[in-house]
T-cell receptor, first 115, second 112 residues
Framework: AQTVTQSQPEMSVQEAETVTLSCTYD???????LFWYKQPPSRQMILVIR??????QNATENRFSVNFQKAAKSFSLKISDSQLGDTAMYFC????????????FGTGTRLQVTL | EAQVTQNPRYLITVTGKKLTVTCSQN?????MSWYRQDPGLGLRQIYY???????DKGDVPEGYKVSRKEKRNFPLILESPSPNQTSLYFC???????????FGSGTRLTVV
């Protein structure tokens, strides 16, 4: 079974600074997808960024980018120019090969952006 | 607007009183799932469905039932709720693996 580990329960960053959230996963599969979801205080789950395992190029979405290290099974999220609206819980998630039947989540990292 | 709609947003009930949380999606997605979110545990899958009349257990199915009679609807049923089912519940849907899941806005359930 796949597992996803987020080792940082809480992090803090000042506005306009850069922060990196860590995620590691365990799988024997070669073809999979990785995701980062954001959950603000409104509790809505919002997809931030996705990465296909067979693409070596790291995904980027505006201020959000990932560092995908397939051999190390690492998938970190970098937030540049942090804004107060980035304050949220961030979840790393894994979807394996085959069907879209299951998304496996990490336990989350709570990010606080301060002035 | 493409969305997953679940109701109610908040629910307080008593132990043993059957309840249903509804979920509907308007994106014609084949895959639908229910998750529960608990502090320190992340989101855990309860049940999923790959199409009409096709459902299967996730990681924490005990105490829950689902049905998929229509493609758009995927209700979650708690036949006899217990306090350990107090949680935040999410319904989600997907068209394929590459797009992950689109989530509903969540249902905060409290069982007393």
């Amino acid at each position: 079974a796949q597992t996803v580990t987020q080792s940082q329960p809480e992090m803090s960053v000042q506005e306009a600074e850069t922060v990196t959230l860590s995620c590691t996963y365990d799988t024997s599969e070669n073809n999979y997808y990785l995701f980062w979801y954001k959950q603000p205080p409104s509790r809505q789950m919002i997809l931030v960024i996705r990465q296909e395992a067979y693409k070596q190029q790291n995904a980027t979405e505006n201020r959000f980018s990932v560092n995908f290290q397939k051999a190390a099974k690492s998938f970190s999220l970098k937030i540049s120019d942090s804004q107060l609206g980035d304050t949220a819980m961030y979840f790393c998630a894994f979807m394996g090969p085959g069907t879209a039947s299951k998304l496996t989540f990490g336990t989350g990292t709570r990010l606080q952006v301060t002035l | 607007e493409a969305q997953v709609t679940q109701n109610p947003r908040y629910l307080i009930t008593v132990t043993g009183k059957k309840l249903t949380v509804t979920c509907s999606q308007n994106m014609n997605h084949e895959y639908m799932s229910w998750y529960r979110q608990d502090p320190g545990l992340g989101l855990r899958q309860i049940y999923y469905s790959m199409n009409v009349e096709v459902t299967d257990k996730g990681d924490v199915p005990e105490g829950y039932k689902v049905s998929r009679k229509e493609k758009r609807n995927f209700p979650l049923i708690l036949e006899s709720p217990s306090p350990n089912q107090t949680s935040l519940y999410f319904c989600a849907s997907s068209s394929d693996r590459g797009h992950g899941y689109t989530f509903g806005s969540g249902t905060r359930l409290t069982v007393v």
